[in-house]
């Protein structure tokens, strides 16, 4: 048996070894590191990707056999071949992953179930609001009088919602403001980039670097769209369209994990870069979060030998 497990285990070990070097690598240059949101936003999808991409089975056998210095990595080698000897702990191991992974993944089948349960009930409730649609810059939008405040909807097929009256609330400077945010949300699929993270956290559920990663992609998820409104001139405005939004007294049409950001968000929209400075910022940013990217690819399959060696 062991000749099956012990490499799998030890597969699994080497790549969530350097995936999580990858990890922190990017959490030290997107918290100490000048630029823009934009560019750690997508440093961050990569890193959340990673982690999902098992390269030592990928290129077992391709690589590795041309590295005249590939190795196993000691010590993690034998956690695997102890597991496969005692098939009992190898028993529970599994059992207790494939209850956190049947918990995940019902956990995240539940909040789609209500979120479609939602959209549903709120177009049964208010049918002729729904009914008012529109087009910005190619996205889908609806007018509706849920009582939730502007988001975008859907995966494969996003498309913004925004609540009726909301054009009384701001002004059009303050509602272009907010369009461009949503707008950029949509045009770049971030509800199936959330989602696909989510899938990995399903399998994953143990490592506590992917929840960081999560929590990491949500904050600059909103920091980047926040850098394109910034780039339209509009950021006072944005500022302006929060504060109204995430007013109790009128509103309450801020959702509450962009308000928990709200300071957050306030503070970057009133910061102003040079543009040349902030391009190289993001350039050397790129290019030292990619050397390190390329130096755990390449030590994944180095130390993920094609012949994985049981000593006895």
């Known amino acids: 048996m062991h000749e099956h497990v012990a490499p799998a285990v030890y597969y699994l070990e080497v790549h969530l070894v350097y995936a999580s070097v990858v990890c922190l690598a990017a959490w030290v240059l997107t918290s100490i ?13 990569v890193t959340s990707l990673n982690f999902m991409v098992p390269l030592g089975g990928f290129f077992n056998g391709f690589g590795a056999s041309r590295i005249s210095w590939a190795t196993q990595l000691g010590g993690l080698d034998d956690v695997g071949i102890g597991i496969s000897r005692n098939l009992t702990v190898g028993a529970v191991l599994l059992a207790v992953w494939l209850c956190g992974a049947g918990f995940m993944a019902a956990r995240l089948l539940v909040r789609l179930h ?3 349960r939602e959209q549903r009930a709120a177009g049964a409730r208010n ?59 949509a045009r770049r699929h971030d509800n199936l980039i959330a989602l696909i993270h989510e899938i990995a956290l399903c399998g994953l559920w143990f490592h506590p670097l992917l929840w960081l990663t999560g929590s990491r992609l949500a904050v600059f998820r909103e920091l980047s769209c926040d850098d394109f409104v910034i780039q339209s001139s509009r950021g006072t405005d944005l500022i302006s369209a929060l504060a109204k939004l995430a007013d109790p007294g009128q509103s309450r049409l801020l959702r509450a994990g962009a308000a928990t950001l709200f300071r957050h968000r306030v503070a970057r929209l009133k910061a102003s870069e040079p543009r040349r400075a902030r391009g190289a910022a993001d350039l050397v940013l790129i290019i030292v979060y990619g050397a390190v990217l390329l130096a755990c690819v390449v030590g994944t399959i180095a130390h993920t030998p094609g012949c994985f060696r049981v000593v006895m």
């Open 127 to 185: 049918p002729a609001p729904l009914k008012q649609r529109f087009l910005a810059h190619g996205v889908p939008v609806t007018l509706s009088a849920a009582g939730q405040g502007p988001s975008v909807d859907g995966v494969l097929r996003p498309r913004i919602s925004l609540p009726l009256g909301i054009d009384r609330l701001l002004n059009e400077r303050e509602l272009d403001a907010v369009m461009i945010h949503e707008v950029t949300h």
């Open 33 to 45: 590191w000048n630029g823009a949101a934009t560019a750690k936003y997508w440093i961050w999808v």
């Open 114 to 116: 209500w979120g479609r």
